[in-house]
């Protein structure tokens, strides 16, 4: 159980252009998800926290407007990078947790994002 | 402030050695600790999950040990195979409605 599915895997894009990444719970309610960045050889970085049906909550230095994350439903959470830049390439990553954080933080797969 | 170390940063062992990864943390207070393996390219995956009051942990040939008191954590890798080649991160949660703290990780490779 506790199955995590993110997609897509890799995705290539083109400076000023908007990319979305979603990450689905398959098998529970994830009441919470998380979204991180990670660079090379370095551990992941928490961008922002988004519990369902609410406004996601960024980490500082993270910009909203850059961005955006929706959790509308309670298995699918989205992010979307808005008019993406080279320095955006990046893994990112989400996780989720059902209700009382019992489902472990369950990782998806990444996203490696490379801007052109 | 709370951290999570790691050490060593990156070890490299012969196949079928045994190998142990240690973990710091001054997170407090504490509610669990948990080893995530990452291979590269990859999401990391839960390889266990321990409370304050557990001492011990399996899941096949990865034991994971946590002293509370000391506030340490080490995972130990037996029989090592080249798949185990990746990196591992202790990861620490503190109290409910915190965000989890990462270690930097080990990145640890097994040669033939």
């Known amino acids: 159980g506790a199955v995590v599915s993110q997609h897509p895997s890799r995705v290539i894009c083109k400076s000023g252009t908007s990319v979305k990444i979603e990450c689905r719970s398959l098998?529970?309610?994830?009441?919470?998800m998380f979204w991180y960045r990670q660079f090379p050889k370095q551990s992941l970085m928490l961008m922002a926290t988004?519990?369902?049906?609410?406004?996601?909550?960024?980490e500082q230095g993270v910009e909203k407007d850059k961005f955006l994350i929706n959790h509308a439903s309670l298995t699918l959470s989205t992010l979307t990078v808005t008019s993406a830049h080279p320095e955006d390439s990046s893994f990112y990553i989400c996780?989720?947790?059902?209700?009382?954080?019992?489902?472990?933080?369950?990782f998806g797969s990444g996203t490696r994002l490379t801007v052109v | 402030k709370n951290q999570v170390e790691q050490s060593p940063q990156s070890l490299i062992i012969l196949e079928g050695k045994n190998c142990t990864l240690q973990?710091?943390?001054?997170?407090?207070?504490?509610?669990?600790l948990r080893w995530y393996k990452q291979d590269t390219g990859r999401g990391p995956v839960s390889l266990t999950i321990?409370?304050?009051?557990?001492n011990t942990k399996s899941n096949g040939r990865y034991t994971a040990t946590l002293d509370a008191d000391t506030k340490q954590s080490s995972l130990h890798i037996t029989a090592s195979q080249l798949s185990d080649s990746a990196s591992y991160i202790c990861?620490?949660?503190?109290?409910?409605?915190?965000?989890?703290?990462f270690g930097k990780g080990t990145t640890l490779s097994v040669s033939s």
């Open positions: 996780s989720a947790t059902g209700q009382g954080g019992n489902y472990g933080y369950t």
């Open positions: 098998d529970f309610q994830a009441t919470t």
């Open positions: 988004s519990n369902e049906g609410s406004k996601a909550t960024y």
């Open positions: 973990c710091n943390y001054t997170v407090s207070p504490f509610s669990n």
């Open positions: 321990m409370t304050f009051s557990e």
């Open positions: 990861v620490v949660r503190g109290q409910a409605g915190t965000a989890l703290i």
